[in-house]
């Protein structure tokens, strides 16, 4: 069957430690892979789209890499801070629809 | 920009009664519109896809005549739960995918309705 799988425990770490998430997928082959952070009782937020061909992805304190060949998908924050404590999902394109892993919830100590 | 918004952020009803909740993209006009549930701790799931002016598709295990869903404008998409129980007390998300941008598929999601059935 169909999955994405992401950290099912919460990540804590300490104020500016970098966080690395997990993403890993099976049987799909998507043409590209999305992060979005989502906080308490609110929607998901858009954070970075990489697509097939791009080995890793940039955006201020995020960075996001892509291994086709693992089906895997991490990302990373660096200089973390409290206000970056959120979960985080990842979501694919499959059947022509956005799938979503169950996320991974940080916590970032001040 | 590229904002979409729902309506009401929460409601509380009594079993038996219907509750309608709107999605509107404020900015932009959307196509097609999607609308998940997400129980606590777990993923989204999305339960039907609605393109404007025509009828919505729904996943599978999703009952069409209890979630009913209108797309009547490229702005406004709603979701009506009929004869709402407790067990469909949930989040309920809506999405929708911008015109202009549909190159890189990109989906804007709704702020959520919390729905709480008595």
């Known amino acids: 069957s169909q999955k994405i799988e992401q950290n099912s425990e919460a990540l804590n770490i300490q104020e500016g430690k970098t966080a690395t998430l997990t993403c890993n997928y099976t049987?799909?082959?998507?043409?590209?892979l999305q992060w979005y952070r989502q906080d308490p009782g609110r929607g998901p937020v858009f954070l970075l789209l990489?697509?097939?061909?791009?080995k890793e992805k940039r955006k201020e304190r995020l960075k996001v890499t892509f291994d086709t060949t693992l089906k895997q998908s991490l990302f990373h924050i660096t200089a973390s801070q409290p206000a970056d404590s959120a979960t985080y999902l990842c979501?694919?394109?499959?059947?022509?629809?956005?799938?979503f892993g169950q996320g991974t919830e940080l916590s970032v100590k001040p | 920009g590229a904002v979409v918004s729902q309506h009401p952020s929460w409601v509380i009803c009594k079993s038996g009664t219907s509750v309608k909740i709107e999605c509107r993209s404020l900015?932009?006009?959307?196509?097609?519109m999607f609308w998940y549930r997400q129980f606590p701790k777990q993923s989204l799931m999305l339960m039907a896809t609605?393109?404007?002016?025509?009828?919505?598709?729904?996943e599978q295990g999703v009952e069409k005549d209890k979630f009913l869903i209108n797309h009547a404008s490229l702005t406004l998409s709603t979701l009506t739960v009929t004869s709402a129980h407790p067990e469909d007390s949930s989040f309920y998300i809506c999405?929708?995918?911008?015109?202009?941008?549909?190159?890189?598929?990109?989906?804007?999601f709704g702020p959520g309705t919390r729905l709480t059935v008595l």
């Open positions: 900015d932009f006009q959307a196509t097609t």
């Open positions: 049987n799909y082959s998507p043409a590209y």
């Open positions: 999405s929708a995918r911008d015109l202009a941008r549909d190159l890189v598929n990109e989906q804007f």
């Open positions: 979501a694919l394109r499959g059947g022509g629809k956005l799938i």
């Open positions: 990489i697509r097939e061909n791009e």
């Open positions: 609605s393109n404007e002016g025509s009828k919505a598709t729904y």
